[in-house]
């Protein structure tokens, strides 16, 4: 399978793809994760590592691969987005892509698969977005389940009032479009992170494909009251009180609908 879009008469689509994780004390996941990026059929990709000055055997398993990551920084941070903002500014691609300590691309050729499936749209621009479907995995890499939450047919700014209706990992954006993390918020600046770039794209292209096999057992997961409580403040800043309140009370609702 070849690593670039081409056509006799269109431009070739081979954005750069800036792959970037953020780990520490990682030992036990990281290098499953380095495995799927640099495995990928698609080899436009600017793999970055940002490590928090790991105390374990993490850094010594990043440099075992060195030759094949593009950039590598292991230093003392202020936490995971100050971390995942570092990525930021080393990015140089096309797009970014955040794939942290224990998450996986979904097969070896899914960045090629998301390719083929832009291609296919017969546009010779890029979209300021692409998304997909999450699995999420356990600690052995087995399927646990889809996420809980359905991915849109078509994601706008508005589709986050419903929850994060993508995962974080399964949502690449232009790099030009993409901001600093907000660190004011310690464990969902990554929900601020989306709102605000979907707030400044126009096409964001659904690939209809399952991108990313997703960790069961994030930070987010372990403080998932916390996470709950900023999320309900980055709705209130974007969506407003009224519209914030009304969702939260629908989630209510169809929770205890369901049980």
């Known amino acids: 399978m070849t690593n670039t879009l081409s056509h006799p008469h269109r431009t070739p689509l081979h954005p750069t793809v800036s792959v970037i994780t953020v780990c520490w004390n990682a030992q036990e996941t990281i290098e499953d994760t380095i495995q799927s990026v640099i495995t990928q059929s698609y080899h436009h990709i600017e793999y970055i590592v940002i490590d928090g000055d790991s105390s374990d055997g993490t850094l010594s398993i990043i440099r075992r691969y060195g030759e094949r990551i593009a950039k590598v920084v292991s230093e003392p941070d202020h936490g995971l987005y100050d971390a995942m903002n570092k990525g930021l500014r080393l990015a140089t691609g096309d797009y970014v892509c955040f794939l942290n300590a224990g998450d996986c691309f979904h097969e070896d050729d899914t960045l090629q698969q998301m390719m083929h499936r832009l291609y296919e749209e017969g546009k010779d621009t890029l979209p300021d977005v692409i998304y997909g479907e999450t699995e999420l995995v356990d600690s052995e890499g087995h399927f646990v389940r889809m996420r809980r939450l ?3 047919e078509q994601l706008n700014w508005k589709s986050f ?6 995962c ?4 690449l954006a232009k790099r030009e479009l993409a901001p600093q993390y907000d660190t004011r918020y310690r464990f969902s600046a990554d929900f601020d992170w989306c709102i605000r770039v979907m707030k400044q794209s126009k096409w964001l292209f659904n690939t ?3 991108l990313i096999d997703y960790l069961n057992e994030g930070m987010t997961t372990r403080n998932h009251r916390a996470s709950l409580w900023e999320r309900f403040h980055i709705m209130r800043h974007h969506y407003g ?3 914030t309140l009304l969702m939260h009370g629908w989630f209510v609702v169809r929770a205890v609908w369901k049980k």
Do not use: W, Y
């Open 168 to 171: 974080h990992q399964a949502f």
């Open 150 to 152: 359905s991915t849109p």
């Open 241 to 243: 009180l009224f519209t």
């Open 161 to 166: 009032r419903h929850g994060m209706v993508v």
């Open 208 to 210: 209809h494909l399952t």
